[in-house]
C-alpha cells in the first residue's frame, strides 16, 4: 500500500513537469532579421532559451538560404515561401505564436494577413519591428552588400528593380517622398491597407490575442526606432515623430491596430539596449508570458523560475542582429 502511495506520487510530480510541454503550451516560430541566418548561435540560444523556458516548441523558419536571400527576395515572396512553409507543418496546427526579430516582423505580419489557409495565430511578439516603415537603409552586415545597396538607393529606391531586388526597399518610406512611396513601393503600403483597403487583411490582423511591440530604447538601426511602437514622421516632414495613436493608420484603423489597442490587446513595451539586444529578464518578462497559453501555467513558472539557472559563463543578454 505505502509503495503504491509512492508510486502515485512519483506519477503526480512526474506529470507536473509534463503537463507544461504538452497541454498548456502551443508552438512558436520565430523570423529572424536581415542578414542572419536559423543557424547563426544567437538565434538558436534565442529560440532554445524561450523553448526551455516555456516548455513550448519553438521553430526558427528560414526563408531561402539566410542572410543573403534576406536581402535580395520581395516580401510579397518572402511571405509566400513562410505561408508555404506553416501550413505543412502539422504541429501549428491547432495554433501557434509568431516571434519577429526586426525585419522578420515583415515576413511575421505578411503570413498574419496574407497566408489563406494558414493555422491561426494566437500571439504576435515584435522585437523591433519596422512596422510603419523606416526612413533609412539598416547597416549593412557585408561589405558586398553595401556596395550594392549603397547603389541601389542612390539610384532610386522606388523604381521597379530595386522594389523587386533588394527587400527593405519595400518597407522604406521616405517622409517627404510620399507619393513615390504610395506609387511604387511594394509591400508595406499593402501590409498597412494604406491604399486600397482590404477588410480581409484587418480582420485577420484584429483577431490575434495579443500583440507585444517590444521598442530597443538605444536602437539606432530603425529610424525612428518608434516604428517599432508603429510611430512614425507625419507625411511631408522629418521634424517630429507621431506616436503611433496620432498616426492616420491608428485613428482611421486601416489595420486593426486601434481596435486591438482599445482590447487592451497592444503592449507597448520599450526596453534598455540597442537594436536587438535584449536581457534574459526581459525576454522573460516580455515574451515568456505570451508562449505559456494559460495563466495558471504563467503562474506556475514563475514559482518556479529558480529552477531555470545557467551557469555564470553564459552571457546574460543576446543579440540578435546579424548575430553570427
Ligand atoms: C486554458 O484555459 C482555458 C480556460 O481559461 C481552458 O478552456 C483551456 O482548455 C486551457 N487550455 C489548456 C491547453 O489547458
Ligand atoms: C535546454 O535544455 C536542454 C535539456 O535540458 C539542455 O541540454 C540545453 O542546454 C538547454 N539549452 C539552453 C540554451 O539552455
Ligand atoms: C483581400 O485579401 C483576400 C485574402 O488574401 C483575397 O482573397 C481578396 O481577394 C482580397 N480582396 C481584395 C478586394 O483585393
Ligand atoms: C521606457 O520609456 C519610458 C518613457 O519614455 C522611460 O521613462 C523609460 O526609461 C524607458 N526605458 C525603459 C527601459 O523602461
Redesign the pocket.
Known sequence: MASLRCFLITVAVVSLFLVPRTADSIPFVVFHGISDSCRNRGITQFTTLLSNWSGSQGYCIEIGNGAWDSWTIPFVKQTAIACKKVKQMSELSQGYNIIGLSQGNMVGRGVIE?C?GGPPVRNLISLAGPHAGIAAVPLCGSAAVCILVDLLIEFAIYSGFVQEHLAPASYIKIPTDIDAYRKACKFLPKLNNEI?K????KERFSSLDNLVLIKFEKDDILVPKETSWFGYFPDGSWETVLPAQETTLYTEDWIGLKTLDEAGKVKFVNVSGGHLEISYSDMKKYILPYLVENATMQTRLSESSHSYSWSGHQPQTLKLYASH
Not at 482590404?198 to 487583411?201: D, K, L, R, V
Open positions: 496574407l489563406d486600397h482590404n477588410s480581409t487583411y
